[in-house]
């Protein structure tokens, strides 16, 4: 048998010091290079504040103003209220107890501030008008699905000599002895229906229907 030669041990040349901060500085650099072209990854000063909810944009308030449509028809209530259709709707009319949906916004009418807003809420206010406050119950009647009509209340009708205090502080949303105006959109509504044996709700006083104005 031939000798079998000795094998020489193999040993990995190790790279010089300047050789390997040259491939560092290089791997860095395609690194970056690479951050900088992915569309999802964005700098530190890029990328916008958790904030734990959705984004929000900040505007300015802008506190609501008294419609100027046209008024298309007036009506004047034996007791003061002043009835003002600014649009009519369509079905058949609201007559008394029937179940109504409505948004509505209120305003002092001698300075023209709105102190109530229903628009602002999820959903439309719904109730029947035999239990609505007179104010509704004889200025809702004989409205549309639809429509719009502007009730300048007055003050007996409305919040009398209380007013409506702030909740916070001194003064009034609604002061004393004011006139308020409603402007009110009707959503929708259902008559109501009495079923044999069924009492139906308590209908208003007879003067709940709206006379026209002879001017």
Same mark, same amino acid.
């Given at each position: ?12 040349p190790r ?14 650099? /395609? ?116 429509? /719009?009509?502007?009730l300048i ?19 009034? /949303? ?42």
């Open positions: 048998m031939s000798a079998q030669p000795d094998k020489m041990p193999v040993t990995t790279p010089s010091p300047s050789a390997l901060a040259a491939a560092c500085c290089l791997a860095l650099g /395609v690194g970056l290079g690479l951050a900088g072209c992915d569309d999802n990854t964005a700098s530190p000063a890029q990328t916008p504040r958790d904030t734990g909810g959705p984004a929000v944009t900040v505007t300015e308030v802008v506190q609501p103003k008294l419609s100027t449509a046209p008024v298309v028809a007036r009506f004047t209530h034996p007791t003061g209220l002043i009835i003002e259709d600014l649009k009519i709707g369509e079905g058949m009319p609201a007559l008394p107890g029937a179940l109504v949906s409505f948004r509505h916004r209120g305003f002092v009418q001698a300075t023209g501030e709105c102190y109530e807003d229903s628009y602002r809420a999820e959903a439309p206010i719904e109730m029947s008008l035999a239990k609505a406050p007179k104010r509704l119950q004889y200025g809702l009647v004989g409205m549309r699905a639809g429509g /719009v009509r502007r209340i007055p003050p007996d009708l409305a919040f009398g000599d209380r007013g409506i205090p702030r909740e916070e502080g001194e003064g009034f /949303v609604v002061p004393p002895g004011a006139t308020v105006i409603y402007e009110v959109e009707l959503v929708n509504l259902r008559q109501f229906i009495a079923q044999p044996g069924e009492n139906a709700p308590p209908a208003p006083a007879p003067d709940a229907a709206p006379a026209s104005d002879t001017k």
